[in-house]
């Protein structure tokens, strides 16, 4: 049997990844959830496991859930959304085997899901964190951390992986049909105009829905204190600073 679970979408917390999902879900083709599997497996609330077997438990049951998962859906590519800071759960198992390390990214990737194709969304991390900090209460410092993180793993898949689009949160609000043609064509479908309408996928949830793409989002009023200095490196490595 052919993998059914073909691609994921991937980037920080607020960092775009839940726009990104419900536009990509309104292709004919496609069909996208949204964190599904992620607490239980990834996060490891349903994955009870000596310390050595948690990395591998926790990724083999996270796809394997998703892959029949996607056998519901036949004729449709199916893909999952999921954040950097859901994937850095497998982290655990480095906290557990200080002496027994695994490259979470690497082997995630490269090993154990090299047939899944990567949609990575980046976001300005001015605006990510002020997102984070306004809309969940995250203290400024893991805030930052937590995007930086994001940063990480856009620099690995673009190094190190090969089955990867790399698109930008502010080119999505600014050019989403160009954008969204180009993710179209990377997952092997046709592009539908149906995604335009996305969203307002009733997928997402209610506070993120709207019409049409709000571009005072890219503004950097507000941005909190601190956060700057913080990220600076990572705003340079991403190419957001000079």
Known sequence: MTDSFEFIVLGAGRGGTSL?????D??????????????EYLLGEEIRVDNAAIFAARVTAFLR??????????GKKY?????????????????????SRV??????????????????ILRDGRTCVRSKVMRTGQPVRLACE???????????????????ILIRY??????PELLLARISNFLGVGYDAAMLEGTRNPKMRAEY?????????????GVPEGCVELIHDGLIRAGYLG
């Open 20 to 24: 990104l999902a419900g536009l990509l």
């Open 26 to 39: 309104y292709n004919e083709k496609l069909v996208v959830e949204y964190e599904r599997f992620t607490r």
């Open 65 to 74: 859930a998703c892959q029949e998962a996607s056998l519901s859906y036949p």
């Open 79 to 99: 893909g999952n959304k999921i954040t950097t800071e859901q994937l850095y759960g497998l982290e655990d198992h480095n906290k557990a085997n200080p002496h």
């Open 103 to 120: 490259d979470i990214l690497h082997t995630f990737f490269n090993e154990y899901a090299p047939h899944l194709k990567v949609v990575f």
């Open 146 to 164: 937590r995007w930086l993180l994001s940063v990480k793993v856009w620099e690995f898949l673009r190094e190190h992986h090969q089955r990867n």
């Open 170 to 175: 502010e080119d999505l609000l600014a050019q």
């Open 209 to 221: 829905r709207q019409e049409g793409f709000d571009l005072f989002r890219l503004d950097l009023e």
